[in-house]
């Protein structure tokens, strides 16, 4: 049984695990900001340097469900307060390397740390609050990772440009050290198994594993354009350099407006809190492909993008506690899996279009793999409407409610 734990406790818990989703994101993309200054000092060229992003990725994926099973009995609060100070130790090194390949093996390391994050983090930090608000507790938590993108890549990018790429590792290695901290001073420890999270509320594996291809699919479909997504605003959109930094902060920030928006439908309606932002998605893109030549239009679109993508990833981790089949820890690590999948997936398709079609088919590509998510999803709802809701009590307003064990 889990033991019981105050609302502030709770709430400080959520505070920390998403500080530390968004210092692992804000490290994944850094190197993509600083990639200018990396490479001439590692004497290495900026492609060699942007493999530190995508063999991050592919790590996570091969990582996550091997390292759930191995940990899957380990109290969660040893296991983040050590993923924590395993991602403070990658920062430290990547800090002080000397050598791309030390570089390269602290991200190996900061990967592996991410992987084990990913997959226990979700079900952590939602264990502590009432079935009811659980939706929400996901969106919050997830807050922190999409304003990673936001503030802390440019954060980190400016910081990396007046005092030096290694000092911007070196403040992500002591925000690793602080989250630690807070994890092990905050989080009591028992068996994993005892989780108010622990398992899927309404446990269907058919529907589970169809999640998970479609998560892959809709998430490469964004990736097909965001990726790739300078190219196409500056030779299909037409927009100068300096408009950049502006867009995709709009985007960025449209994805915070809408994990914010989902905090407020997933526990009432989880289903239509998956579709609704993969609709608006889809439709952004195909509108990107239609009218992308028109400035205003596209800005427009690219913000549906931003807030289609981050709603639904929110989404996706909700409706992951109603349907894991087992552990919420497997199924959170094969969630993870799924992302990052379609996050390497849907960067080698963009490529690959790029080089031989031009900038202006990514949006029509990336909207084509949504709109295939988008439809399986849709008929697994439509036949899955008559399931129980995972609470038939309305969600209370207040994050302080008690947790009965």
């Given amino acids: 049984m889990t033991p019981e734990v105050s609302p502030r406790r709770a709430r400080a ?16 993309l850094l190197p993509v900001g600083l990639l200018t200054h990396i490479a001439p000092d590692l004497d290495r060229s900026r492609s060699q340097v942007g493999l530190l992003v995508s063999g991050y990725a592919i790590v996570v994926v091969l990582a996550s469900v091997p390292l759930a099973r191995l940990t899957q009995r380990i109290p969660r609060r040893h296991l983040l307060g050590v993923t924590m100070l395993l991602f403070a130790a990658g920062n430290a090194t990547a800090a002080l ?9 602290s991200r190996l390391l900061t990967a592996l740390a991410q992987a084990l994050f990913w997959s226990v983090a979700t079900a952590t930090v939602t264990g502590h609050f009432p079935v009811a608000v659980r939706g929400r507790v996901v969106a919050l938590f997830a807050a922190g990772a999409t304003l990673a993108p936001v503030l802390g890549v440019p954060l980190g990018t400016w910081l990396g440009q007046q005092a030096g790429w290694r000092v911007a590792f070196g403040v992500l290695a002591a925000v690793g050290l602080a989250t630690a901290a807070a994890v092990s001073v905050l989080l009591p420890s028992y068996p994993p198994a005892a989780g108010g999270a622990a398992r899927g509320t309404a446990p269907d594996r058919r529907r589970f594993i169809l999640l998970l291809v479609a998560t892959a699919l809709g998430i490469g479909g964004f990736m097909t354009l965001q990726t790739y997504v300078t190219p196409f605003l500056l030779d299909v959109s037409r927009f100068a350099d300096a408009m950049l930094a502006p867009l995709l902060f709009v985007s960025g920030a449209a994805g915070v407006v809408g994990t914010l928006a989902a905090a407020r439908t997933l ?21 990107l492909y239609a009218i992308g030549a028109l400035q205003p239009g596209a800005a427009a679109l690219l913000a549906g993008i931003g807030l289609g993508y981050a709603a639904f990833g929110s989404a996706v981790q909700n409706r992951m506690l109603h349907l894991a089949p087992g552990s919420t820890d497997i199924a959170s690590a094969g969630v993870s899996t799924a992302f990052n999948a379609g996050i ?6 963009g490529g690959a279009l790029l080089s031989t079609s031009g900038a202006r088919p990514l949006a029509l590509v990336g909207g084509l793999l949504t709109l295939v998510a988008l439809g399986l999803l849709a008929v697994d709802g439509r036949r899955g409407h008559t399931e129980p809701s995972p609470t038939t009590a309305r969600p209370p307003t207040d994050l302080a409610a008690p947790r009965h064990a």
């Fill in 13 to 28: 818990v959520l505070a920390a695990l998403s500080l530390g989703a968004f210092a692992f994101i804000t490290t994944e």
């Fill in 97 to 105: 390397a000397p050598t791309y390949a030390v570089l390269a093996g």
């Fill in 267 to 287: 526990d009432r309606w989880p289903i239509v809190s998956l579709l609704t932002p993969l609709s608006i998605g889809t439709a952004s893109l195909f509108g």
């Fill in 344 to 349: 390497c997936g849907g960067s080698l398709l």
